[in-house]
């Protein structure tokens, strides 16, 4: 089933807390930080090479960390501070010119259902809050902040087969 699905892809679309971090805050003085896990960058870039766009997607505002993550893996959309992810990534998809079926789509908490649902291929970690696990496609084996993206991107590529 993965692979039929995957062939439709032309973009993924990647919630950051709890899916790209950890979901947990660190303040620093007045500075509130976060971490990313490095094998979720590769596969950043990994997907870039398959041909796939990349994109963020989060309810979080104002956060020169996720920014600076962004720029510097290349993401080619970076929407924060969408409080309504269902019209972000209808707007997303408006000016992309891209089906809801042609985006997958990694979420791990309530506010991320509505995307979950649309998208053409859904996932989550696998600490995702229960409700979206049980609404999901594809349930990863690694946690947020820990690998999630990339083994959701390995498997994708795996499901591509090889480039020729």
Do not use: H, W
Request: aromatic residues 4%; contains cysteine.
């Amino acid at each position: 089933m993965l692979s039929s699905v995957v062939l439709r892809l032309r973009f993924l679309l990647f919630d950051v807390d709890g899916v790209l971090t950890d979901g947990r805050l660190y303040y620093v003085g007045d500075e509130v930080a976060v971490a990313f896990d490095t094998r979720d960058g590769l596969a950043v870039r990994r997907a870039r090479e398959a041909g796939l766009g990349i994109g963020l997607l989060s309810a979080r505002r104002d956060s020169p960390a996720v920014e600076r993550r962004a720029a510097d893996l290349g993401f080619d959309e970076v929407l924060l501070g969408c409080r309504d992810k269902a019209a972000a990534f209808a707007d997303l998809l408006q000016r992309r010119g891209l089906e809801a079926s042609e985006v997958a789509y990694v979420g791990d908490d309530l506010v991320d259902l509505p995307v979950l649902r649309a998208a053409g291929l859904s996932a989550a970690p696998a600490d995702a809050v229960q409700e979206v696990r049980d609404n999901v496609d594809l349930v990863l084996d690694a946690p947020g902040g820990r690998g999630a993206a990339r083994e959701l991107v390995d498997r994708i590529i795996d499901a591509l087969g090889p480039v020729s």
